[in-house]
């Protein structure tokens, strides 16, 4: 185990050295974030601006600075999973048809431990540094009453730790597919993008819906019912709800690697 | 002219029709993203005291966000940025600038062949299917047959100028990769500008801090030609002179746009390929 721990920070410390050789490549890739971010934001603040409030079924009425809470706080777990795991969206989109996986099968560490240990991306801390400003700016206003207690404290600690490793498993899951599918990018693009649906409160969207965001691509269980219980919108139990994110992100990180290493064993290299 | 083109059309339309994956993910996405929109805008609308919120009905945005959609999926179809980034990193750029043709003309031609093909086998199907059901469930209503056809005549055009458009910006930041390997942080950022400006992830009359309308400016810039005007003009109900004359306008200021950013694109392209310095090169 030792040696793992060892030999990833080696590699991700020269990750770090080669992003760092060019540094306005890596300023114009954390601005574009940026700037993707901030328009976002705007976005949600010209629809809920032109309403005198979003009054959401089962939870009464969301204003603008609620809403910009719950988006602040999804930008942390996707951004720490960003830092980590970027290769993925190598794997799934191009490295299975272009060949360069060949070499990863070739060394004498697994697979997987050597695509997540090759690319650190810095550009992940400009979503976190904006979400946590976000949620600084947000939650200091008069209309946002955040309920400080140590089970809400813990749960938004496990739900951005726990929520970046479910993250990561929906992201393992998605791009081990592409050693059968050959290019599973466009799918990982579809899972990724219902984070978008968990910027607004849920309760805004039928019953259905609202499963799919919780139960099956579960982003709902770690953005917006942590959120919902730590600005009073819901009464469930944090304790219960950390429970249920660890164990989810546990389960679905424990099916991903099996998927993970089952298609791997299909992999076939170009030209075979 | 156009000959010696052609070849870069006819690759362009097969290489589009090689990714059928592609097209069909982005159906997919499409669906999801209009059912999670409408019940967005379903509960936006729930909370107004008003039948219309910036000149947009319930019906309205929905029509508007479904024709966004397939607009803006024919429209930026095109990969010149990738291509001319493709060609710096693999020190092809050294021959293609060598060559009797102009990078220009050749990369508008592969953009009108690819986005040609999407328009054929998406955008026109699409377009007519999702018009015929919104019109025959009444979300969308015309004043007279001479308008329809107007209201398809200037779409037509307005698509046309939204791909040529649409290419000349991605060609100026395509040419900002001759001082940068990060065409992924551009490529973001063009997109993110294009989507937001140009009206895709909002109506440009959304834009308003308090009393501040935004889309006053916002409306003359080049964006709102290559998203919104195409989807405005086919969906709006022409009922008074003052709506043509609108059209006209849109379709003349796309023009005036396209050459200011060609004449941009050309002086800058001049002054790009004496810093180019390719792999070997």
Known sequence: MSHYIKLYFASIKRSIMSRLEFKKDLLISALGFVFENVCAILSIYFIVTSIPALNVPGQGVWDIWQIGFLYGFAMIPKGIDHLFTDELWLVAYRRVTDGSMDKEFMRPVPVLFSIISQTFQPEGFSEIIVGAAMLIICGLQPSVTLIWNVGNVVLIIVACIFGAILITGIKILVAGLAFVMKRSGPLLQIMYNCITYVKYPKNIYPYFIRVILVGIIPFGLIISMPIEIFLGFSSFNPWVLCGIIIGASIVLLALSIFVWTLCAKKYESTGN | ?281
């Open chain 2, 1 to 281: 002219m156009f000959k010696k083109y052609k070849p870069f059309f006819k690759a362009g339309a097969i290489d589009a029709f090689a990714y059928k994956a592609a097209i069909l993910t982005w159906f997919i996405i499409t669906i999801v993203e209009v059912a999670c929109t409408i019940f967005l805008w379903y509960a936006v609308f729930n909370n107004s005291s008003e039948a219309v919120i910036n000149g947009f009905a319930f019906n309205q945005i929905i029509v508007y966000f479904v024709e966004t959609n397939i607009v803006s999926f024919v429209c930026f179809g095109g990969e010149t940025l990738w291509l001319i980034s493709k060609e710096i990193k693999e020190g092809k750029i050294a021959n293609e600038l060598i060559k009797p043709i102009s990078l220009r003309g050749r990369m508008l031609m592969t953009t009108l062949g690819i986005v040609g093909m999407h328009m054929l086998i998406i955008g026109l199907p699409l377009i007519t299917i999702s018009l015929v059901v919104f019109y025959a469930i009444g979300f969308l209503t015309f004043t007279s047959i001479g308008a329809l056809l107007f209201s398809i005549f200037s779409f037509a055009i307005l698509v046309t100028l939204s791909i040529i458009l649409f290419d000349a910006v991605d060609y100026f930041f395509g040419v900002c990769c001759f001082y940068t390997t990060s065409a992924w942080g551009i490529n973001l950022a063009k997109n993110v500008i294009v989507s937001f400006l140009g009206g895709a992830a909002l109506p440009l009359s959304f834009f308003k801090f308090g009393d501040v309308d935004l889309s006053v400016v916002i409306n003359y810039l080049p964006f709102a030609g290559m998203v919104q005007n195409p989807v405005l003009a086919l969906t709006t109900t022409y009922s008074s002179p003052a709506q043509y004359l609108h059209v006209v306008h849109t379709i003349g200021l796309a023009i005036v746009w396209i050459i200011i950013i060609e004449v941009i694109n050309h002086s800058f392209f001049n002054h790009a390929i004496k810093k180019v310095t390719v792999q070997g090169g």
